[in-house]
Structure formats: structure tokens, C-alpha cells
């Protein structure tokens, strides 16, 4: 029996302490008219106040702002476990009188980060490429619409095939059950007819236990997910502590499932598939970029990129792109401070041990 | 139009009673009379009242305008989501005439789909603009004839209720844009739609971001200050003022609440009623609209508005009278 025995099978665990080693990357995008309770969801999801400095601009500030894309990061660490989450957020998508083309900053983004990552992937360098493409964007659609809206449409035809989409509804409080479902069903209907591809669950595989397919299969049902956020402890009518939001009415609970769908967005977003979808952004969207991308330089219309190039055939190993040697030296930068960072927090460690054992050795010389 | 009938001013609702005159010289006349005389006249004639519903999709015009009349207007029970929102904006007006204890309101509304909806939404205002002009420029021809109608059919719009989506932050440039222009042709009364997404604190905190929206950009919703007549009407208006704009829940499905039976929104967590002040202020709108201030928004339609409009009409050229003297017989 011994010798049957290779011992592969604890290959998950070295991946699991790797990874564990390494720490997660994770790129979310939020998007969405203002007034749907973004910032407030993401808040509730990830249990933290991202929006702090926040300024919600006035109604005359509005008038003339663009699009802008913002970033902001957090880092953290559950079980171990360090996920480095940056959220990009689009403020002032759907303000104005006039939207036309207000998504062309947000597809130019999403376009700079896989190129970003192209060059990283050519380059001579590969060890410690930063991954700040966006695997997962939550399109909010507003719970007072009849479905998806022209701007709605418009904007996830520009990105679908860019980037894992997950519709939401927001502010879903406002809805009566009956209407949810029919909200629900027209937007799926509408996906369907402008042939709007969203980020697909992966199917179950057939010896998962039932309970779990049965969740899975939920989930998949409730798309888009109709969600509550909120960021406030309220009592629920009786003596019971939930995060809710508290009217005159009732109380609605942001964790309860009768209630909205927040905890399977949770579930799904943060515990089962977080993985699969950087593994989609990678294999999938990222390739099909790359492929487009390489392809349109070996064309002969291509004719700017070629004049820097030297290729005259397509080929995978050698670099068409045009590499500025400022790139190399910035990702030099990068890599030197990331070494830094690392060591200063060895650093910092070290020295709390050794105040530690400094402490414990005062204590045990005046006992 | 008999100018020398003035509006009852909404405060003051005195008892009618009709009172023999006494034999007597220094003796009330009878004048209050006429008072009574009036109601009579209006018993017969009827009312009119046209009232336009302008905003995005979805936000409940509909329904809230059943609430308010609490009849189907309109005949869609629950505004379907197979209605597709048009291309363009279009208006679309329907007349139903409401009786009540003996008197009968004509009641004309129009409504606005494809208000906003569009990707692209300049201009959208000047349809809306252009019909309620065009029911002034009716109203001036019919005015203008030699032989004029004993009663002149009243399409003018007489208010304009603006449904504002209850974002919680403050006016969206094309609130602004839209109630800017439309302040100065037509009574607009905003209105926060679908209320029952906001808690207490966050109606009251988007409440005054409005009302400082509407103050910094000079959009002077109905009431005006302006035309308040006296200190009664100050005090009143002013009480209103600091209430606009309401948010208000529409809905025409009734629920058994504590064995009453209500109109309202039945969730998972609660039951909204819509005539429950503590739950919205559906029924300070309702107050407004009808019960106390109908009257008051004819009249100024008719004093001011109207008016405006026909100053700039005529000083455009005696054009437009010489066509209309041609016309009539």
C-alpha cells in the first residue's frame, strides 16, 4: 500500500500555505449612477469605512464635473489570511444633463491595466509583477427604473467583454417582493436580448455535497442580486441587535435573506469566488485582450506600432510592443520599493520581539 | 372670465349660512350672500383642474397620481414593465371628470414618459415647455376672438408636480436644469418619489440640501413668496415652504393594517402606509393640491403666468391679433 503511495495529495496544503505567504490581490470596480448606495454597500461588505474622506460633491459642482476614476486601497487580514483590496470607483458616471460617452474613461482604464500587465508579462523581468487589473466590476442598476436603462445598456456593452460583470440592484428596500422578482426577471431578459455577457457562475461539480449545490444553484437564480447596505447597529423592532436600516415601518435587515440578497453577494464575492474570478480575468479576459491586442499590431493597418517595432512576423516570443525604456526603470522602482517595504516590516517585527523579551526579562529580574 | 371674482383666499373658510337681511338701516346687507351664490354657480359649472406629471421612469407618477384622486387614472394597476419607455420624450394627456358630494372636477392629466431616461437628455425640458405654452397660446386665441365662448375651455396646466429620485444627496444637474425653466412658466411643486427608500434622517438631511439647491440657483416653487397677499398667507405658505419638497409613497393596492383597511406598500419587514403622516407626506401634498390650495393655483396660473405670457405674445406684433380678428366671423 506504502508504495502506491506518492504523496501528491497534499499539494492543496503546500498551495494553501503559499498562498496564505503571498496574500491575495484583489481589483474591485464599483459603477453606477450616484444615489444607489455604492459606497454604503461596499462599506457593509467589506466591514470597513473606504469612503472616509469622502466629499459628496453639491449640485453646482456637479454641473461641471467629468467622469473621474478614483482609487483607494485597504489591506486585510482575516484567519491569517492577507487580501490587499483596491476599489475603483467611478464618480460622476451618469450625472450629467448629457452621458454620451461618459463610459470611455472607465473601458480606457480597465485597457491600461491589462496593458499595464502585457508589458509586465513581456518584460525581462517577471518577478514581481503587480496585478491592478480589475477582476470583478459591481454594476449598480437603480430598483425605480423598469429594467435596464439606454446608459445601463450602453455601459455594459462597452465592458462586457473587458471585465467580470456582477449587476446589482441597489437600494432595494424600496421594492415590494413582487416587484423584485419582476425587476429581476426583466433585467435578465434584457442581458439576454442585447446579448450582454455577465460574469457566469461556474457549474458545481457533480461530487460537491448537495447542500452546496443547492446554494450554488440559489445564487445563481438571484442575479442580479438585490441588495441593502448599511453600516449602522439598529435595533430590529424587539431587543435584537442587526445591521439594518430602521423606518417607521419595520426594520430591514442587511444579513437577513428574506430580506435582501446581501449575504449571497457576500458569499459569493468574498468566500467561494473570489478565486474564480481572477482566474476569468486572467484566462479569459486578459487573453482575449492579449490576442486582440497582438493581433492588431501584426496587421499592415497597424502602421504606428509597426514603425517602432522592428517585427515584420507575428510572433508570441518576441516583443512588438513598443518597451520605452522608462517603463524598465519604473518597474525597477516598484520592485526595490516592494523589497523595502518587506524588509521594514521584518524589521518593525523583530524589534517588537525583542521589546518583548526586553519586557519579560526586566520583569523576571525584579521578581 | 369674470375678473371681478377673487379667489377666496385658502385660510379663510368662512361658515355659509345664508342670512335673511333684517329689516333694520344699520344692519348687515346681506353681502355675505354672494359667497353662498358663488358655490352655487361652481356647483353647476364644475371644476377644472390640469395638472402634469414630469419625471424619470419608474418614480411612481403614475401611481401617485391614483393615490391622489384615488381613482384609476390611469388604467395599468402596477405601472408594467412591458410598457417600453420611449425613444423620446412624449406627452400624453388623459381626462377623467371626478364627482364628489355634487361636485364634479374635470381633471386633465399629462404625463411625461421618456422624461430623462435618455442617455443623452439635453433639451428634454423643451417639449414640456412647448405644450404648455401651446395650451397659453390656445387660451389666447380663444381670448382674443371678437365673439368670444361663454366659458373658455381651460387646458392651461395649472401645476406641474416634479418627481425628484430619492438619491439622499442633492438636485441632479437635470433637476436644476428642468425646474429652472419650468419656474418661471408654470407652478412646479417637486416632490421626493419613492420615499420609502429613505429613512427619517435621510429625508430631512436631502430635504435641505434641496431647499439650499433650490435658494442657490433662484428656483422659486410654488408657493411663491412672491405673490403671497397678505400676513395670513405668509404664515401659511411659509409653513409650507419649509416642508417642500414632500416625500411622498404612492400606492393603489390596500392592506389590512390593524383591522383598518389602507392603501399602502406591504414588504417583508412592514407595511407602508401612504396616508400615515409618520410613515410619509402623502397626505400634505394631497393638501396641498386639492383640499387647500386648487384654487390658489388656477389663479395664479391665470393672474401671472398666463399673463406673462400674454404680455410677450402681444408685444411679439399686433400680428397675432390682426390673425385671430380675420379669423372669427
Redesign the interface.
Request: with cysteine; proline share 7%.
Given at each position: 500500500m506504502d508504495k502506491e503511495y506518492v504523496g501528491f495529495a497534499a499539494l492543496p496544503n503546500q498551495l494553501h500555505r503559499k498562498s496564505v505567504k503571498k496574500g491575495f490581490d484583489f481589483t474591485l470596480m464599483v459603477a453606477g449612477?450616484?444615489?444607489?448606495g455604492k459606497s454604503t454597500l461596499i462599506n457593509s461588505l467589506f466591514l470597513t469605512n473606504l469612503y472616509e474622506d469622502r466629499q459628496?460633491p453639491?449640485?453646482?459642482a456637479?454641473?461641471t464635473r467629468t467622469l473621474t476614476i478614483e482609487r483607494r486601497g485597504v489591506e486585510m487580514e482575516e484567519g491569517g489570511i492577507k487580501v490587499k483590496l483596491t476599489l475603483v470607483d467611478t464618480p460622476g458616471f451618469g450625472?450629467?444633463?448629457?452621458?454620451?460617452d461618459c463610459w470611455l474613461p472607465v473601458v480606457r482604464f480597465i485597457e491600461e491595466q491589462f496593458e499595464q500587465y502585457l508589458r509586465d508579462e513581456s518584460g525581462l523581468n517577471r518577478k514581481n509583477i503587480q496585478d491592478s487589473r480589475v477582476h470583478c466590476c459591481l454594476y449598480f442598476i437603480?430598483?425605480?427604473?423598469?429594467?435596464l436603462?439606454?446608459?445601463d445598456v450602453?455601459f455594459l456593452r462597452a465592458v462586457h467583454e473587458k471585465v467580470n460583470i456582477i449587476p446589482v440592484i441597489g437600494?432595494a428596500?424600496?421594492?415590494?417582493?413582487k416587484?423584485t422578482q419582476?425587476?429581476k426577471q426583466?433585467i435578465r431578459d434584457q442581458l439576454k436580448e442585447e446579448e450582454i455577457n455577465i460574469y457566469q457562475f461556474p457549474e458545481c461539480d457533480s461530487d460537491e455535497d448537495e447542500d452546496f449545490k443547492r446554494q450554488n444553484e440559489e445564487m445563481k437564480e438571484s442575479i442580479p442580486f438585490a441588495v441593502v447596505g448599511s453600516c449602522e447597529v439598529v435595533k430590529d423592532g424587539g431587543t435584537r441587535l442587526v445591521r439594518g436600516?430602521?423606518?417607521?415601518?419595520?426594520?430591514?435587515?442587511v444579513e437577513n435573506p428574506?430580506?435582501c440578497d446581501f449575504l449571497n453577494l457576500r458569499r459569493m464575492l468574498v468566500q467561494t469566488h473570489l478565486q474564480d474570478l481572477k482566474e476569468v480575468t486572467h484566462d479569459l479576459l486578459y487573453e482575449g485582450y492579449r490576442a486582440r491586442c497582438l493581433q492588431s499590431l501584426a496587421r499592415p493597418g497597424a502602421r504606428d506600432r509597426a514603425s517602432r517595432s522592428k517585427l515584420s512576423r507575428q510572433s508570441a516570443t518576441e516583443i512588438p510592443l513598443p518597451m520605452l525604456p522608462l517603463a524598465e526603470t519604473e518597474k525597477l522602482i516598484r520592485e526595490k520599493d516592494e523589497e523595502l517595504r518587506r524588509m521594514q516590516e521584518m524589521l518593525e517585527k523583530m524589534q517588537a520581539q525583542m521589546q518583548q523579551s526586553q519586557a519579560q526579562g526586566e520583569q523576571s529580574d525584579s521578581l | 372670465m369674470d375678473t371681478l371674482r377673487q379667489s377666496p383666499s385658502p385660510c379663510s373658510s368662512r361658515p355659509s349660512s345664508p342670512r335673511t337681511p333684517p329689516f333694520e338701516m344699520f344692519g348687515p346687507v346681506g353681502i355675505e350672500a354672494v359667497l353662498d351664490q358663488l358655490k352655487i354657480k361652481a356647483m353647476k359649472t364644475g371644476f377644472e383642474f390640469n395638472i402634469m406629471v414630469v419625471g424619470?421612469?419608474?418614480?411612481?407618477k403614475s401611481t401617485m397620481v391614483n393615490t391622489l384622486f384615488k381613482s384609476k387614472v390611469w388604467k395599468s394597476a402596477?405601472?408594467s414593465?412591458e410598457?417600453p419607455?420611449p425613444q423620446t420624450l412624449e406627452l400624453h394627456s388623459v381626462s377623467h371628470v371626478i364627482e364628489e358630494k355634487g361636485l364634479k372636477l374635470k381633471l386633465t392629466v399629462t404625463d411625461t414618459p421618456g422624461f430623462g431616461?435618455?442617455?443623452?437628455?439635453?433639451k428634454c425640458w423643451d417639449p414640456v415647455l412647448g405644450y404648455i405654452n401651446q395650451q397659453y397660446e390656445q387660451y389666447l386665441q380663444e381670448e382674443l376672438l371678437i365673439t368670444r365662448q361663454r366659458h373658455i375651455p381651460d387646458t392651461r396646466v395649472h401645476c406641474c408636480v416634479y418627481f425628484v429620485?430619492?438619491?439622499?444627496?442633492?438636485?441632479?444637474?437635470?433637476?436644476?436644469?428642468f425646474l429652472r425653466r419650468l419656474c418661471r412658466t408654470v407652478n412646479v411643486v417637486p416632490v421626493i418619489?419613492?420615499a420609502?427608500?429613505l429613512?427619517?434622517e435621510e429625508r430631512e438631511a436631502f430635504r435641505s440640501r434641496i431647499q439650499q439647491?433650490l435658494k442657490?440657483?433662484c428656483i422659486e416653487v410654488y408657493p411663491q413668496k412672491c405673490f403671497d397677499e397678505d400676513i395670513n398667507d405668509s404664515i401659511l405658505n411659509g409653513k409650507i415652504r419649509e416642508q417642500i419638497p414632500f416625500a411622498v409613497v404612492g400606492a393603489d393596492q390596500e392592506h389590512l393594517v390593524n383591522g383598518r383597511c389602507v392603501l399602502g406598500?406591504?414588504?417583508?419587514?412592514?407595511?407602508?402606509?401612504v396616508e400615515n403622516i409618520?410613515?410619509c407626506e402623502f397626505l400634505l401634498l394631497r393638501d396641498l393640491l386639492i383640499r387647500s390650495h386648487l384654487q390658489d393655483l388656477k389663479d395664479i396660473t391665470h393672474n401671472v403666468h398666463y399673463e406673462n405670457y400674454r404680455v410677450i405674445r402681444l408685444n411679439e406684433g399686433s400680428g397675432a391679433v390682426a390673425q385671430v380678428v380675420e379669423r372669427s366671423p
Open positions: 449612477e450616484s444615489g444607489l459628496v453639491d449640485a453646482n456637479r454641473l450625472d450629467s444633463v448629457d452621458c454620451s437603480s430598483p425605480f427604473g423598469r429594467g436603462r439606454p446608459l450602453a437600494k428596500d424600496a421594492l415590494m417582493p416587484e419582476a425587476l426583466k436600516r430602521r423606518y417607521s415601518w419595520g426594520t430591514v435587515e428574506h430580506h | 424619470q421612469s419608474g418614480l411612481g402596477m405601472p414593465l410598457v419607455t431616461d435618455q442617455i443623452n437628455n439635453d429620485p430619492p438619491t439622499g444627496h442633492c438636485l441632479r444637474p437635470l433637476d436644476i436644469e418619489a419613492r420609502d427608500s429613512t427619517i439647491n442657490t440657483h406598500r406591504k414588504t417583508k419587514w412592514g407595511i407602508i402606509e409618520a410613515h
